[in-house]
């Protein structure tokens, strides 16, 4: 059993040697700021740690508590000017969508975003996170239709996450598909060739990653044959100086080995295999090199397709990893036109493992793109901007935009 202190010396090792941001980081590595003890509260502990790592402004660093003592307050917001809107009440029955919160605490929205400037992460309103905040908190002063009330929040359970690989054929030429995340490839696989001839007789053609958790690259490959009108290799998609780097430590390889096994447990095409059993074998010959500059002799043809003529996504903050990388790798075409907001920005470093400390898991990247390439903290950004504002929460304006466009271009 490891105590706290024990963790946090291990995570600052990590963070010093195996880590794919080691040396681009250094700067920003402060541990001396940050005091862990063995007596201090789960929750004390899971906060400081989580704000050392706020330091690196990389979404992909986080450390977890398998049975979290952070409060879980049953409700979702997102900041327009100096209010926040309830953008979703899973479990807290007593807001409404769309409700305004104007005090945390008794304190205004425009303060506390000073206060909590570093756990925000963004300085833009729209981006910023603020249910980190509500977590600390214990009431909220809320406006709900002509009504004011103060509300004292609740702790509820944590709703597990359930994917979504979801097709609509909204009509004859427009084909709607939303993924919410990569995790697995069989399920975009078969959502793609169930509807092919759907996909194939639509002129139009929208899919929606405004929400979506990433997971490995390669499994929405099968996507990119409809984003694309010609045979296109994949490798030609980057600049030759765009290439991965990763860090070969003998940690790394213990705790990476495993996760590309895993992924070979799943059901995948023989290409995706045998793609990952070459990154098996070439870790293990870089076994202990520490990091690296990795050239790909693997390549993937983009099969193509005329139809559908346009290809419109739809993206947002919420949309991060490789969900940021379909994104960027979606503009590359001619035929794509992104609309909405810019996405997570977490793929300067990726590659993610996780350090299993029994109460604590602790995630970090093992691979990073050139810092010339940096989104982190940026994201993606889309072709054509829309702000979010709260129309969205009483009809789909991005999506109402992109059906205008397209009937506009008729």
């Avoid at 105590?3 to 010396?9: A, D, P, Y």
């Avoid at 009330?149 to 030429?173: C, G, K, M, W």
Wanted: glycine share 4%; hydrophobic share 35%; aromatic share 12%.
């Amino acid at each position: 059993m490891f105590t706290k202190e024990q963790i946090f010396e291990d995570i600052q090792k990590i963070m010093g040697e195996d880590y794919a941001g080691y040396i681009d980081c250094k700067p920003l590595n402060h541990p001396e700021n940050y005091k862990v003890s063995n007596d201090m509260s789960d929750q004390e502990f899971e906060e400081t740690i989580q704000d050392y790592l706020l330091d690196f402004n990389d979404g992909h660093l986080w450390l977890s508590a398998k049975n979290s003592k952070v409060p879980f307050i049953g409700f979702s917001v997102r900041r327009y000017e100096d209010v926040l809107y309830v953008t979703s009440n899973q479990q807290e029955q007593r807001l409404k969508i769309g409700d305004k919160i104007t005090m945390i605490d008794g304190v205004s929205i425009p303060e506390l975003a000073i206060t909590y400037n570093k756990l925000l992460e963004d300085d833009i309103p729209e981006r910023q996170l603020w249910n980190a905040v509500l977590s600390k908190s214990k009431t909220v002063k809320v406006i709900s239709e002509e009504n004011s009330y103060v509300l004292t929040l609740a702790d509820y359970e944590r709703l597990p996450y359930t994917p979504e690989y979801s097709f609509q054929q909204i009509n004859s030429d427009i084909a709607y598909i939303k993924l919410t995340d990569f995790a697995q490839e069989a399920p975009i696989k078969k959502l793609l060739n169930k509807n092919q001839k759907a996909l194939e007789s639509s002129d139009n053609l929208i899919i929606d990653v405004r929400v979506n958790k990433g997971g490995n690259d390669s499994f929405y490959f099968s996507l990119l044959d409809y984003m694309f009108a010609e045979p296109t290799w994949f490798s030609s998609l980057f600049a030759e100086d765009q290439q991965m780097s990763t860090n070969h430590t003998e940690r790394n390889y213990q705790l990476w080995i495993p996760v590309l096994k895993d992924y070979l447990e799943q059901e995948l095409d023989d290409l995706t295999t045998n793609m990952l059993k070459e990154e098996i074998a070439l870790f293990e010959e870089n076994k202990g090199k520490g990091l690296i500059k990795m050239i790909d002799d693997d390549d993937y043809l983009i099969k193509g397709n005329a139809t559908p003529a346009n290809v419109y996504v739809l993206s947002d903050v919420y949309c991060g990893s490789s969900g940021d990388t379909l994104v960027a790798n979606a503009k590359k075409s001619p035929k794509v036109t992104v609309v909405g907001r810019s996405t997570m920005g977490i793929i300067d470093y990726v590659n993610v493992v996780t350090m299993d400390y029994g109460k604590y898991e602790f995630n970090y990247s093992i691979a990073k793109m050139d810092q010339k390439y940096a989104t982190n903290g940026k994201g993606i950004a889309p072709d054509i901007y829309i702000p979010w504002t709260p129309e969205h929460l009483k009809e789909d304006v991005d999506l109402t935009y992109v059906l205008e466009l397209i009937e506009k271009q008729r």
